[in-house]
């Protein structure tokens, strides 16, 4: 049986409609929505959560940039969840698990220690502190399996970092230029998963770019 963080959807966006990307500045992040969720937040069983919208299980959902670059993976076919096959994600996340509560003395809170942990299941990187940076959230409530999850984005500087792809049974990826990735979004064909979709029309990983250089 598998618990997950859930956070009443009204004590999230309260009577505002949100779909798509929303852009947060870190405050903004910290005030609209994680204060809420620390507050009202709680872990149910999944497979209750799954089917009662009225309930967001909040999704860290990470872009790993490197300059213009952004590391894309492609689930294979030997993946287990077939509705993913053979698609491209420049996210990388899952669930918050109780695994994912960290001391109240911590630097890190529930919501990073799970950013964390869901990169070095699906990645190899170096040990130590990782540059997370907050840019918004993702809400797409026109699909079943959407109106019941939330994605927290944050982006990776992975400048000074090496990254690989830990389970390559499961998946393939590298970094490829933004530009690249959103050539591949066309009126009759879209590669990516719904969320790295969204994100990549967004423009917000091309903003957080500008930012930082």
Request: glycine letters at 8%; a negative charge.
């Amino acid at each position: 049986m598998e618990f997950v963080w859930v956070v009443p959807r009204n004590k999230i966006f309260g009577n505002e409609k949100v779909q798509g990307f929303l852009p947060l500045g870190e405050t903004e992040f910290e005030t609209r929505f994680l204060a809420p969720s620390r507050e009202h937040g709680f872990f149910m069983e999944r497979r209750y959560a799954e089917t009662h919208p009225e309930y967001k299980q909040p999704i860290p959902y990470v872009a790993v940039c490197r300059g213009e670059e952004v590391f894309c993976l492609t689930r294979l076919s030997t993946q287990g969840e077939k509705r993913l096959h053979g698609r491209r994600s420049i996210g990388v996340g899952g669930h918050i698990n109780p695994c994912d509560q960290v001391e109240h003395d911590s630097n890190e809170d529930i919501f990073t220690a799970a950013c964390r942990r869901e990169l070095n299941e699906e990645l190899v990187l170096p040990d130590g502190q990782l540059p997370l940076s907050p840019l918004g959230i993702l809400n797409d409530d026109s699909t079943e399996v959407g109106s019941v999850h939330l994605g927290l984005v944050y982006r990776l500087d992975a400048e000074a970092l090496s990254v690989a792809v830990r389970e390559t049974e499961a998946m393939e990826g590298g970094f490829q230029s933004l530009s690249s990735l959103q050539s591949l979004i066309t009126n009759d064909q879209d590669p990516f998963e719904s969320w790295s979709s969204l994100l990549i029309r967004s423009d917000a990983l091309s903003a957080a770019v500008s930012t930082l250089y």
